[in-house]
């Protein structure tokens, strides 16, 4: 584990009164969970939850940053992947936490990518009625997404996050070193939640991705600061999103930017390793600039600037870059419908007035994306 000089760390605060935390960024940061925990809630005893790809590479060294703040602590390893957020695994955590007599006072600690921070968050969100809880985010996407803000979730038949709760963690410890590990694939599925932000608020991030984005995703670059600069401009954006509007009563929505033609594509694949998350999205914000496009709201340049970087960076642009068959187009609609940004049967589109300009479009009617 990399040594840790604390004051390396960037600070992002998530300003929300008296559920306002941190969000600690930086290489090795991780070392200093136990203290920070300690800090926080002095005698608490931890939960970890996390994933069996996660607890391989990173579960004993956070352990060992407890133990030496002589912080108790017992886990439940669960699979990976999006299956596990499911009810049969819902209830798996919340009985292991109740189990190991976590109290409230106690902690949960999600060490892992989105799936377990959604999973775990949850459970801390119900289990004794709501217990405090840490996020470790181990992947590029959940530094740069769904660590922060407290939404969490588990899936239904009906579709992905429909069963969830707002619950927001005490405190989010990114330790970017962690991400040295992570598969290329799945670092460049969240490198699309990345560019999410310089396209619905930062233009100049955005341009500042198209020129250093390869200093972000390699682990031996000179320049690694790039890595931490692009997770803490992320954070930065995400929380003053939060901070303004924590229960998606009108800007938050902008974060779904991508999300409703992605879930769609998602669930046509069945949550499987065919399209992840990140790479859906990818997709959803690529045919998203492409609608604004269709509708007059952006110039089509616009969207092929958009469209470029996402191939140049590798990430599939289409929903025809999908291996193998797709449902009818039916079904992609009635899955669109599905999505919970639906109201009164008209569809609600998060699309690009420019780069680094989002609007929330409401009121757009289903055979107007059925020809598109
Ligand atoms: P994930 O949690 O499934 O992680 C991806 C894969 O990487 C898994 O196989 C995992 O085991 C592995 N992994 C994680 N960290 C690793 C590491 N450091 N080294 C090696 N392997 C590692 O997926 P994800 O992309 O992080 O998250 C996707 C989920 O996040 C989806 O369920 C999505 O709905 C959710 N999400 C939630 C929010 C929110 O605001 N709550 C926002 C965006 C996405
Ligand atoms: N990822 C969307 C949100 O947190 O609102």
Known sequence: MTALVRDEAVVVPVSLGSRSYEIVIGRGVIGTLGTRIAELRHGAKVFFVSDENVA??????????????????????????????????????????????????????????????????????????????????????????????????????????????????ILVVADTALLDTLPEREFRAGYAELVKYGLIGDAAFFSWLEAHWRDIFDATSSRHSAREHAVAVACRAKAAIVGRDEREMGERALLNLG?????????????SDRLLHGEAIAIGMV??????????????????RVKRHFAEVG???????????LPSLARIMELIGQDKKVKRGMLTFILLRGVGSAVIETGIEEREV???
């Open 370 to 372: 059925r020809a598109f």
């Open 287 to 304: 045919l998203a600039v492409e609608f604004s496009a269709r509708r007059g709201l952006v110039a089509a340049g616009d969207a092929e």
């Open 56 to 169: 391989a590479h990173a579960m004993a060294g956070t352990q060992a940053a407890l133990k030496r703040a002589g912080i108790a602590n017992s886990q439940l390893i669960v699979p990976p992947g999006e299956a596990s957020k499911s009810y049969r695994v819902f209830e798996q955590v919340c009985e292991a936490i109740l189990d190991a007599q976590i109290e409230r006072g106690d902690l949960i600690v999600a060490l892992g990518g989105g799936v377990i921070g959604d999973l775990a968050g949850f459970a801390a969100a119900v289990v004794r009625r709501g217990l405090d809880y840490v996020q470790v985010p181990t992947t590029l996407l959940a530094q740069v997404d769904s660590s922060v803000g407290g939404k969490t979730a588990i899936d239904s038949r009906h579709g992905k996050n429909l069963i969830g709760a707002f619950h927001q963690p």
């Open 259 to 271: 999300h409703t033609f992605g879930h769609a594509l998602e669930a046509a694949c069945g949550f």
């Open 315 to 325: 990430l599939p642009t289409s929903p025809t870059a999908i291996p193998g068959p």
